[in-house]
């Protein structure tokens, strides 16, 4: 029945077009998407498991409540003024994961 109009009561009814079809099926997306927007829980994933994603997707936003940044897998990462440090955030079976971000490289005096 595509393309095709349906009559009822000497009204034209046509299935939904394409851009509706992809309208309703879009909107469910993005707010599906919205929980990952916020950051991957660092708490959820063993520690190996977290460092095993950061290699894999090159950089993770973790949303901790007492880190909210993103990791990375190496300072290609960062942007040309920043340099990786580490820390640590808490995963599944280590309150201390070691993982990579990027930091602003200290100025140095004199220097413009």
Known sequence: MAGRAV???GERIYPPSLKYLTFVVAIPMIFASSGFAAGVDSRAYT???LQALV???GFV???NPEFQDFVVAGEYYCSGNERVDLRSVAASDNPQCPVQYCV???SVEGQT
């Open 61 to 63: 936003f973790i949303g």
């Open 104 to 106: 602003t490289r200290p």
């Open 47 to 49: 520690c190996a498991g």
């Open 7 to 9: 009559v009822a009561r």
């Open 55 to 57: 290699a894999a997707k």
